[in-house]
């Protein structure tokens, strides 16, 4: 047993994380309200590693690829442990400028054996990873494969099928990452909860990679050879399939819009099967009979007042207080700031920041109280961890039984948040409960036309001792649901589910038995072949939640690979892919947009706290018009200048695109003595003597070019054109290393 000594925790952000797009079985489960690992850093251990050491480690990783390093390239953080997890981490980062240019990198071992966990990189040249890639993802595939089983270990894992999107949502001066996944086999069953994660850059490097490190030699599994046949349990499974229709709120990260549609999910009751036994798999254990089906109920027949009206900076602050407030004197709480903000959702809230200070570190997070209602709409209690860090430990011995404490769950919302409880109904699925913490999460699901509502959700956490642990909620004010009357019937549903079902056997342990180290053998459910797809219940179509392919490809003699790659990674905009035409003009707008979406990471929607904006730099783009932050952010990343108007509908001129690409480059000031530049096209004369220069540079550039000897300024660039040249220009920042903030 390593003696450790904690002197302080790193903790990430405790804001609940409420998945969209779970199905209802998750909601009710692990993924709701869940903090995140904290990481508690070390002042020593019986066993200790100097960089030298972990050096050594990691060369032999990678043999000869990082000989150009040095001792003093590498910097070695503290050992240090997670709370649910006392093996000892260390964590060896590197870094180095190569002919201008920074290339980085970190990796983090576990263990007395230094076995490696986790690797990230990024080379000094970029360039040869950026879009068209050196290799394929065929040719990365083989390279990830056979780094794994060489350094990683990986001889009894085989390659899961990859769902993640073959075009990554990235910007285009960011290597290609093909991603792989792969699981450890068991008898050649694949065991849930051991993976190892590979990425391969565009130019063949490793990228990253995970590695999965339970405590595998202690772990006792099921005799596969006593399983009972596929094809029977698949008939149970298909006996007793029922299906549910739900709203699926789906939500656009970037640019903060919402969208509604009805989908069909298999009823949250169908997990599993045990797949010796052939008793059903539920979220806290197995049961003999199929779960009976449970009545929605609303949590609140009728709307019920609101907590406190008209709420004000001091009563928030006073709320605060109360629920944080600790037991022990050897912590102090400190509301560090309170802010009016418009959360994610769009609600006007007073979000609190806070630290508890002890002796040797601290830690801290952040609540939301409701502006208009006092009511709290998130919150995350960190006592119990704090008070562990101080050496104070809880027994976690839970005495209240899931019933009391749904009731302690009902009880805090009608207190925290009474207003919003006549919009959501009482859980429809077993609450997720941690044995070890025996603390309980509930999962309220909103009700909208009598449906259930997947993606939006109250969650209600429960201590040992019944106080509350965490309370989201996750309201958001959502129009045009669709009607009931447009979905296909229940009957048909079920028949395109039974036709799409098929069983997956997986090694895993029981969700309320994760720390015992005995792993089941468990026929999963996979509907369409893919575990991320739904059932959509306008048009009986499967479709996957994550996946960004489109199956219909745009077509082009000498643009193709550039549009579709675009086009996948969400850089370009296209209703309809079939009729979609490459060869006309795109206009200003939109093409802004696909060089503001290819060259910087930004969000099209005001959702950040405190990033709202207000500024309105043309008089005809309001912060209701479509292209107003596209607009806005290339005014003020200065590809734009300030006009009175811009025309977000005329076509684009190649002169005029030509100048938009030099800002970009930050060649604006030597572009502008046109004198200094001489060009021998034949129609030099209708190029613009104030863009002389831009054109020049372009040119000599290879971004936008003459043919035949002329460049034609005033030409209408279209979308192909775009396509093509935004690619070139994103290989010349990379080049330079020139970013746009």
């Not at 920074?102 to 230094?114: A, P």
């Amino acid at each position: 047993m390593v003696t450790i000594k904690k002197v302080s925790a790193i903790v990430a952000s405790s804001v609940l994380s409420m998945g969209m797009f779970s199905s209802i079985t998750d909601a009710s489960t692990i993924m709701n309200g869940q903090p995140e690992k904290v990481r508690i850093q070390l002042a020593s251990t019986e066993t200790v590693f100097t960089k030298d050491e972990l050096i050594k480690k990691f060369r032999q990783l990678f043999p000869n690829q990082f000989d150009f390093l040095n001792a003093s390239d590498f910097h070695m953080s503290s050992a240090h442990i997670f709370q649910d997890d006392e093996t000892v981490r260390y964590d060896l980062s590197f870094t180095k400028l190569i002919n201008g240019k920074r290339m980085h990198g970190y990796i983090g071992f576990v263990g007395e054996e230094l076995d490696v966990e986790h690797f990230s990189y990024q080379p000094a040249n970029i360039a040869d990873a950026l879009f068209p890639a050196k290799v394929s993802k065929e040719d990365a595939g083989k390279i990830a494969e056979e780094f794994m089983k060489k350094f990683l270990g990986g001889k009894y894992y085989q390659l899961e099928s990859d769902t993640s999107n073959y075009f990554p949502r990235q910007i285009l001066t960011e290597p290609i990452r093909y991603s792989f996944s792969y699981a450890r086999t068991k008898n050649q069953v694949p065991i849930a909860d051991q993976r190892i994660e590979v990425s391969v850059l565009g130019n063949g490097e490793i990228g990253s990679f995970y590695k999965s490190q339970p405590n595998q030699k202690s772990s006792t599994f099921a005799d596969v050879s006593k399983i009972k046949s596929n094809e029977e349990m698949l008939k149970k499974m298909k006996d007793h399939l029922s299906v549910d229709l739900n709203y699926q709120i789906n939500y656009d990260y970037e640019t903060g819009d919402r969208t509604v549609q009805l989908v069909y999910q298999p009823t949250n009751r169908l997990q599993g099967i045990n797949a010796l036994s052939g008793e059903w798999m539920t979220a806290n254990g197995y049961v003999g009979q199929f779960p009976k089906e449970r009545k929605i109920e609303k949590l609140s027949a009728k709307p019920l007042p609101p907590r406190q009206e008209g709420m004000t900076i001091e009563g928030a602050k006073k709320i605060a207080e109360q629920l944080l407030a600790v037991t022990s004197d050897k912590v102090k709480l400190v509301i560090e700031s309170i802010q009016e903000i418009k959360n994610h959702n769009g609600q006007e809230v007073f979000s609190i920041q806070y630290m508890y200070h002890y002796a040797n570190g601290g830690s801290g997070s952040s609540l939301e109280i409701n502006k208009h209602t006092g009511e709290v709409i998130q919150y995350h209690n960190f006592e119990e961890q704090t008070l562990k860090e101080i050496g104070q430990e809880s027994t976690n011995e839970s005495t209240l039984s899931q019933q009391e404490a749904l009731e302690k769950a009902v009880a805090y919302a009608k207190k925290w948040a009474p207003s919003y409880l006549h919009n959501y109904a009482m859980p429809v699925g077993d609450p997720y409960f941690d044995e070890r913490m025996g603390t309980y999460q509930f999962s309220f699901p909103r009700l909208v036309n009598g449906i259930v509502v997947i993606g939006d959700e109250i969650s209600v956490g429960i201590a040992a001792d019944g106080s509350l642990n965490s309370l989201n909620v996750n309201y958001q004010d959502t129009e045009n649901w669709p009607s009931k009357d447009e979905a296909i019937s229940d009957e048909k549903a079920k028949t395109l589910m039974k036709e799409a079902l098929s069983l997956k056997l997986m090694y895993m342990k029981p969700a309320q038995k994760e720390k015992e180290q005995q792993y089941d053998l468990v026929y999963a459910p996979v509907f369409n072949g893919d575990s991320f797809s739904y059932l959509d219940a306008s048009t009986g179509e499967w479709n996957n939640m994550f996946s960004g392919k489109n199956s219909v490809k745009i077509s082009h003699p000498w643009a193709e690979e550039e549009l579709n790659y675009l086009l996948n990674a969400k850089v370009l905009d296209v209703k309809d892919v079939k009729k979609f035409n490459a060869d006309v003009a795109i206009s200003k707008g939109e093409a802004l947009k696909v060089l503001m979406n290819s060259l910087t990471y930004f969000y099209q929607g005001s959702y950040f706290p405190g990033q709202e904006h207000t500024n309105q730099t043309f008089d005809n783009i309001g912060v209701k018009h479509p292209y107003y932050q596209v607009v806005e952010r290339a005014a003020e990343a200065g590809i734009i200048k300030p006009e009175k108007n811009f025309d977000v509908d005329s076509p684009i001129s190649k002169e005029e695109l030509a100048v938009w690409y030099i800002r970009v480059l930050g060649l604006e000031q030597a572009a502008k003595d046109s004198s200094i530049f001489k060009l021998n096209f034949t129609d030099t004369d209708q190029i613009q003597s104030a863009t002389i220069g831009s054109v020049a540079i372009a040119n000599s550039l290879g971004l936008l070019t003459a043919e035949k000897n002329q460049f034609n300024p005033r030409q209408e660039v279209t979308y192909a054109e775009l396509a093509a040249s935004t690619i070139r220009l994103a290989h010349t920042m990379a080049e330079s290393r020139r970013d746009i903030q």
